[in-house]
């Protein structure tokens, strides 16, 4: 069984400030972790993912994650908010062992204040 | 990268009416292809796993006989909604996985139902 729990369904931030959204997961076997972003009326686009290679993970738009087992979080971050990154985001976890089905955390809307 | 469409983005359809949505994996084949449903202002929670040349599975408390689904070729999946009522209107996504080995999905775009 696996789960993620995504801690706060709206941050807001200003433009130029650190960006923080958490995300913590629940896995019986060894997790394959990714961050998608969802602006309105589309689809999932992928950030970044965490396949078991290095812990911290880059990817598009300067964003940036770290897995941390001990505290089963995967937090994805920014240093400097710009006012395109304004979207839902969804972290989400699977494994080997579950079919490779995706399952989603709730979601975190980020807003961005001038 | 790898592309994955949605046909049509959006449709308006009457109570009663069956809708098809098609889901197109455009420069890779997707053994298998996965169908979401997303409610407004919620995460999206899977409906059912299909693999090509075989039934799907559904998720509990998804009806397949409302909800059918084709996977005919291994670019192609066919989500087709029967007897559409109101409830029924959400935003339906599919995303796809270019082989057995593959822990990543590519999403479609989205199909905006909308039943009167």
């Known amino acids: 069984a696996q789960s993620v729990t995504q801690l706060g369904s709206h941050v807001s931030v200003s433009e130029g400030a650190l960006v923080l959204l958490r995300c913590n997961y629940s896995s019986s076997v060894p997790p394959y972790l990714f961050w998608y972003v969802q602006y309105p009326n589309q689809g999932l686009q992928l950030l970044l993912k965490y396949t078991s290679a290095a812990t911290l993970v880059k990817g598009i738009n300067g964003f940036e994650a770290e897995f941390k087992k001990s505290e089963t979080s995967f937090h994805l971050t920014k240093p400097s908010a710009h006012m395109s990154d304004a979207a839902e985001y969804f972290c989400a976890v699977t494994s080997s062992g579950s079919a490779r089905q995706l399952t989603f955390g709730s979601g975190t809307q980020l807003t961005v204040l001038p | 990268g790898a592309v994955v469409s949605q046909h049509p983005s959006r449709v308006i359809c009457k109570s009663g009416t069956s809708v098809k949505i098609e889901c197109r994996s455009l420069d890779f084949q997707a053994t298998t292809m996965f169908w979401y449903r997303q409610f407004p202002k919620q995460s999206l929670m899977l409906m059912a796993t299909?693999?090509?040349?075989?039934?799907?599975?559904?998720e509990q408390g998804v009806e397949k006989d409302k909800f059918l689904i084709n996977h005919a070729s291994l670019t192609l999946s066919t989500l087709t909604v029967t007897s559409a009522h109101p409830e029924d209107s959400s935003f339906y996504i599919c995303?796809?996985?270019?082989?057995?080995?593959?822990?990543?999905?590519?999403f479609g775009p989205g199909t905006r139902l909308t039943v009167l």
């Open positions: 299909s693999n090509e040349g075989s039934k799907a599975t559904y």
């Open positions: 995303s796809a996985r270019a082989g057995a080995g593959s822990n990543e999905q590519f």
